[in-house]
């Protein structure tokens, strides 16, 4: 079963709009990380927001925010106010337990921002 | 912060040769190395996990004997693609475990 899943291929915003990125996640496990990620087209993994299981709040860093459902296993990524440089492949990954653990990705969504 | 980084940005190859990826942490001790490889428009796959002084833990369906892993020092990990061929042309990228994740700028494989 995928532990990672992110059902949105690609998605398209207008500058300066708002846009959701979802990402389910599964696992057993009650101590768990959830990252986000940008890739742009040069390859490089931008760290963008952490959540962890434990976290009673959202996490937010500038424009990027994480909409976490721990009931539902969500952890969905908000970009606030679009820009054309946030045009890249978004990935939602995943820690299991506390350390030392690899980070497991979803397939990733490919996001376009319209002028 | 943390940085790693990754040598060759890219590199061509003939087939049945052999491909060198470096990754080096510039300012902090790598304990623990992850090496994935991307194709086009597709998710990261983990190769392997290497821990420094031991011997890399392989994902199921990875040739060990194809894909080398060397973590001789806490600053260097390298993974060697052997006798490659046109298949194993793909992004390689290697992350290191810091308190999160630092990756490198990764490689682009292409086998001719």
């Known amino acids: 079963a995928q532990k990672i899943t992110q059902t949105q291929p690609g998605m398209f915003v207008q500058e300066k709009e708002a846009v959701t990125l979802d990402c389910t996640y599964d696992?057993?496990?009650?101590?768990?990380?959830l990252f986000w990620y940008k890739q742009p087209s040069s390859g490089e993994m931008i760290f963008l927001i952490y959540q962890g299981s434990y976290d009673e709040q959202n996490a937010t860093e500038g424009r990027y925010s994480l909409n976490f459902q721990k009931a539902r296993k969500s952890a969905n990524l908000v970009i606030s106010a679009s820009q054309l440089g946030d045009s890249a492949m978004y990935f939602c990954a995943m820690r299991e337990g506390t350390s030392g653990s690899r980070l497991t990705f979803g397939e990733g969504t490919q996001l376009t921002v319209n002028p | 912060g943390a940085v790693v980084s990754q040598h060759p940005s890219w590199v061509i190859c003939k087939s049945g040769t052999s491909v060198k990826i470096e990754c080096r942490s510039l300012?902090?001790?790598?304990?623990?190395m992850f090496w994935y490889r991307q194709f086009p428009k597709q998710s990261l796959m983990l190769m392997a996990t290497?821990?420094?002084?031991?011997?890399?833990?392989?994902e199921q369906g990875v040739e060990k004997d194809k894909f080398l892993i060397n973590h001789a020092s806490l600053t260097l990990s390298t993974l060697t693609v052997t006798s490659a061929h046109p298949e194993d042309s793909s992004f390689y990228i290697c992350?290191?475990?810091?308190?999160?994740?630092?990756f490198g700028s990764g490689t682009r494989l292409t086998v001719v």
């Open positions: 992350s290191a475990r810091t308190p999160g994740y630092t």
């Open positions: 290497s821990n420094e002084g031991s011997k890399a833990t392989y």
């Open positions: 696992t057993s496990d009650q101590s768990y990380g």
């Open positions: 300012d902090f001790q790598a304990t623990t």
